[in-house]
């Protein structure tokens, strides 16, 4: 049983990143491990700026350990684990906030950094061979959770307008159903910024473990859910500094779905329908005279 002392020495379970930067508190802490444990924390603070790309048998690699030393080594950092390290570090490795002056500019410039960034590094070829999964798909799912939610929701009202209806389950509970009853010709399409939503991932392994095809839209190529795919697409997780959610990745994701929604179009030769166009037409009420 560890001594108040010790339990005194130790960082809360619970890191706020508005008390201290995730570096600081590593310094601060890593002398109290132990040698395997804090041969994980003198890499995180030797390499900080790489950690954010790696996954946790890269950071043991490099440590010389387990992946269940670098988990256990990050949660007496005071991390819930390594995924939350790993999003601490690219937050705080992301471009500084300009001066204060004009707010709207500032914003619009954050979400064209963002998506110069998701442009360069969505892989075609990636983006292609998810096209080709969707296209002979007999039926797709689309799972997300949190913020990841909205732009997936959105995107399976525009999948709809291609004649390509998806399942976009709202319910983490209906999501792990959906994908119990998906088979060999069927897709799960899965949007994760951190990649590492455990209900996302839960629904993906469902898919797997039934022979259906994993498409993981992402933040970081190399994640949980990443190592389920069968396809991974990722625009990249360094953008522009955030403290809850890193909008402007979102931003990027809602781009990326919908190259994905033009590209499927192209490869099936579907148009805008015009019934899906008169659908529209018919939700639009005139003012009454």
């Given amino acids: 049983m560890s001594s108040t002392s010790e339990r005194a020495e130790r960082p809360s379970a619970a890191f706020a990143p508005s008390s201290s930067s995730a570096l600081a508190l590593i310094r601060a802490y890593a002398a109290t491990l132990g040698q395997s444990e804090g041969a994980v924390a003198r890499v995180i603070l030797e390499r900080p700026t790489e950690i954010p790309q790696w996954s946790t048998q890269e950071l043991a690699a490099a440590a010389g350990t387990s992946a269940a030393t670098v988990i256990r080594a990050c949660q007496r950092l005071g991390f819930r684990g390594f995924q939350h390290l790993r999003l601490e570090l690219a937050r705080e490795g992301a471009p500084a906030e300009a001066a204060p002056g004009d707010l709207v500019s500032q914003v ?3 979400a064209r950094e963002a998506l110069a960034l998701g442009r360069d590094a969505v892989s075609r070829e990636a983006l292609a061979a998810a096209v080709e999964l969707l296209a002979g798909a007999r039926r797709v799912i689309f799972t997300a959770n949190g913020f990841s939610a909205p732009p997936l929701q959105d995107a399976a009202m525009r999948f709809a307008t291609l004649g390509r209806p998806v399942e976009a389950p709202l319910d983490i509970l209906a999501q792990q159903f959906a994908a119990h009853t998906l088979g060999p010709e069927d897709v ?7 990649g590492a939503n455990a209900h996302t ?5 469902a898919a797997k473990q039934r022979g259906a095809r994993v ?19 990722s625009t990249g997780a360094v953008g522009p500094q955030h403290t809850v959610d890193p909008f402007f990745v979102r931003l990027s994701h809602s781009v990326l779905l919908h190259a994905l929604l ?3 179009a192209a490869r099936t030769g579907a148009a805008d329908p015009g019934e899906m166009r008169t659908v529209v037409a018919e939700a639009l009420a005139d003012p009454e005279v």
């Fill in 201 to 205: 991932l839960a629904t993906c392994r």
């Fill in 262 to 264: 033009a590209s499927l």
């Fill in 108 to 110: 619009f410039d954050s």
């Fill in 188 to 194: 799960c399409l899965a949007l994760s910024h951190s």
């Fill in 215 to 233: 498409i993981a839209l992402c933040s970081y190529a190399r994640a949980p859910i990443p190592e389920l795919a069968d396809v991974v697409v």
